[in-house]
């Protein structure tokens, strides 16, 4: 089943809604990461809640998620343009912890608490957005939850989720986001705090085959959908980009690859996709500088 994404309204309770599908896009990362399970949750969800964030984007604005809490998953990264397309990556991929007492992933003790969540988004002026805020958990729904309400001033529910095999396989990811509008009364409020009570996981949702409509319907039972989008994993990486990342390193340091290793091979941090370049393509580099 494809992945995709869909906003909406609901008029009823003065609240903007997103909700989106993830699975097929957190395998992907998975099998080019070697994602262990807890470190799959923990990019799943980051990935559903920087994608949903980027729908909130009308101008297709450069985004970029940053979350590092200290924890052995280490800096995770995520880059959308607000087009559907998302790429990705963990600094330490081979992590996995569960709870004791649930055996529930412990995406908290691998992401750790003692850091923050920054969101950078280009906008196309001369400097960009950047908002900043302590991490609350490091379960990352708590931690965008947080953001919107201080960075953003938007009171938000956010709920992301991700549920892996034995195997290690992703067998569902996604979320939604619930955004209070500023005409939002206390009676809108209650409604969504007693919904959220004891509202199954969204996870769990998913992997029955409920859809991003579904999930939204479960809430509040007639929602407006005013657009979907398609979502996937994919980079933008390139040999041609690649090459000119080593312009950049400078005619010793090639040279120095040259003569040590007779060429050199780099590897893209967001897809893992290894490029190689020979000693003749190194050369021809040099001879560019110059
Ligand atoms: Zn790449």
Redesign the pocket.
Known sequence: MKDYLVRGIVQSKNCRVFACQTTQLLEDARLKHGLWPTASAALGRMMSATLMMGAMNKNHEKMTVTINGGGPIGTMLATTNSDGKI?AFVANPEVHYTYNDTGKLAVGVAVGREGQLQVIKDMGLKEPFIGTVPLQSGEIGDDFSYYFMVSEQVPSVVSVGVLVNDTNEVLSSGGFIIQLLPDATDEDIEYIEDKMKDFPPVSSLIHEGKTPEDILKMIFGDVEILDSQDLFFE?D?SKDKMKKALITVGKDELQAMIDEDHGCEMR?Q??N?KYQFSEEELHEIIKEID
């Open positions: 790429k980079c990486c893209c967001f897809c996709e």
